[in-house]
């Protein structure tokens, strides 16, 4: 009985632990794949000096700049974090050229904190 005891309380205190990193490296493998549903839902990024507006084709969410974390590169993305639970995916296949897409992380990248 009290080894059940024991193995219950570490199961408790680890179990968060182990989804939470499930799921990190559940989402790392969709965002290297590329074929998540984030990158194929068709949506509009309007910068301006406020922050982003996301606009899909029924709703729409601002992210503000007060709460842009992070901008991660992978081979194929470009994943903009703010807060803890929301992020933007764009595919790299969408900017016309390095250029663009260097303008646009150093847009990105002016608002970080």
Same mark, same amino acid.
């Given at each position: 009985m009290t080894i059940m005891i024991f193995l219950s309380i570490i199961w408790f205190?680890? $179990? !968060?632990? +182990? #989804? #939470?990193?499930?799921? &990190?490296? $559940? #989402? &790392?493998?969709l965002a290297k794949r590329e074929y998540s549903k984030f990158v194929d839902i068709e949506q509009t990024l309007i910068l301006d000096e406020s922050g982003i507006l996301r606009s899909f084709i029924d709703a729409e969410t601002k992210f503000y700049w007060s709460g842009l974390n992070k901008v991660d590169i992978t081979d194929n993305l470009v994943i903009i974090y703010f807060n803890s639970k929301? #992020? +933007?995916? +764009? !595919?790299?296949r969408y900017f016309n050229g390095t250029k663009e897409l260097d303008t646009f992380l150093n847009y990105i990248n002016s608002h970080i904190k």
């Open positions: 205190c680890a $179990s !968060p632990k +182990i #989804f #939470f990193s499930y799921l &990190r490296k $559940s #989402f &790392r493998k929301n #992020f +933007i995916v +764009i !595919p790299k």
